[in-house]
């Protein structure tokens, strides 16, 4: 089975630390979209989003450059292996470009794209434009 790959771009006004602990961090990732998180700044720390429905743990951590997350929904099959999300966060003028690459999804599952635009990046839009 072929499984999916997708990458996204996007630009914050913010800078990348800002960004890169938002991310690891409970409340304020919470903050960031919108729903509820539990979240680890350790390599091997669980961590949990959107009320329970995105679970992983944390592969590598590059502090304030890299994040690298094993990832899945509540919408995997038991026996589907987890995802993997990267993200790179690079220093540009006025803020940060987030890359996000997510690859190792089931196959079929192509919703991911466009809930990680409209559940993250609009609402982390609006969160760090009002910093």
Not at 15 to 34: C, F, N, P
């Amino acid at each position: 089975m072929m499984k999916e790959i997708f990458e996204i771009k996007e630009i914050f006004k913010a800078k990348r630390v800002r960004i890169y602990q938002a991310w690891l961090d409970s409340e304020e990732h919470t903050k960031m979209t919108g729903g509820v998180a539990e979240c680890s700044a350790k390599v091997d720390g669980y961590f949990s989003a959107w009320d329970g429905y995105i679970a992983g743990k944390n592969v590598q951590l590059i502090e304030n450059k890299k994040i690298v997350q094993k990832w899945r929904t509540t919408e995997f099959a038991a026996n589907d292996e987890d995802s993997l999300v990267t993200i790179v966060l690079k220093e540009v003028e006025n803020g940060t470009a987030l890359v996000l690459t997510h690859s190792n999804i089931p196959d079929g599952q192509t919703q991911y794209k466009q809930g990680w635009k409209d559940h993250y990046f609009e609402p982390m839009k609006i969160y760090f434009n009002n910093l």
